[in-house]
């Protein structure tokens, strides 16, 4: 059965706190990962998008990496304004779906 | 470039009660989808509009249905409204519905509660 997992479900940072946000995911063949950011009251707001074991993306203080079984969403010295809830999903080869985990819910402290 | 825009924002139904939802894109994109978001769940797909003229059940149809009215437009309606339908919806397009590179793109969402 195709499955998304992401942990930890929620993660409290001080500003300036490096850490990195897990994707594990199980599908029949990739053609595609998603990562986006929510924020409360809103739509998911498209981040990356990797094809391939090996690749990598960045994007200000963001990096997503991707192997075989699992995506990484690297925060480098995270600020305030990156709370949010970040979504990961996977997209089965042959098929229109994505596959969304629960998100991880990230809390930058001032 | 407004993207994908949802009305309403906000509704209070009885259980019983029938509406749609409207959704609409501008970014001339084929393929359009309905999904609902509920607390530990993550989003589930309703329908998806594969392209104009098209529409196919997603992962948790039942309650719903739906209208590629045209290329920009695809609604969501629920005929018999009920307390398990309370969620946030949200309507999300991309340019086709298969290949890495066909992003989907979501619209604000529409905050749901049937009493």
């Known amino acids: 059965e195709d499955q998304v997992t992401q942990s930890p479900e929620a993660l409290r940072l001080q500003e300036g706190e490096s850490s990195s946000l897990n994707c594990s995911y199980t599908?029949?063949?990739?053609?595609?990962l998603f990562w986006y950011r929510q924020d409360p009251g809103k739509g998911p707001e498209f981040l990356f998008t990797l094809y391939s074991a090996g690749e990598e993306k960045e994007k200000e203080r963001l990096k997503a990496t991707l192997t075989k079984k699992e995506s990484f969403l690297h925060i480098t010295a995270p600020k305030p304004e990156d709370s949010a809830t970040y979504l990961c999903?996977?997209?089965?080869?042959?098929?229109?779906?994505?596959?969304f985990g629960t998100g991880t819910r990230l809390k930058v402290l001032a | 470039n407004a993207g994908v825009t949802q009305t309403p924002k906000f509704q209070v139904l009885k259980t019983g009660q029938s509406m749609t939802l409207q959704c609409a894109q501008d970014m001339n994109h084929n393929s359009m989808y309905w999904y609902r978001q509920d607390p530990g769940m993550g989003l589930r797909l309703i329908y998806y509009?594969?392209?104009?003229?098209?529409?196919d059940k997603g992962e948790v149809p039942n309650g719903y249905n739906v209208s590629r009215l045209n290329k920009r437009e695809f609604s969501l309606r629920l005929e018999s409204a009920a307390p398990s339908q309370t969620s946030v919806y949200f309507c999300?397009?991309?340019?086709?519905?298969?290949?890495?590179?066909?992003?989907?793109?979501f619209g604000a969402g529409t905050r749901l509660s049937v009493l």
């Open positions: 999300a397009s991309s340019e086709g519905a298969g290949g890495p590179w066909n992003i989907q793109y």
């Open positions: 999903a996977a997209a089965p080869l042959g098929t229109y779906k994505y596959i």
């Open positions: 599908v029949s063949g990739l053609r595609g």
């Open positions: 509009s594969a392209s104009e003229g098209t529409t």
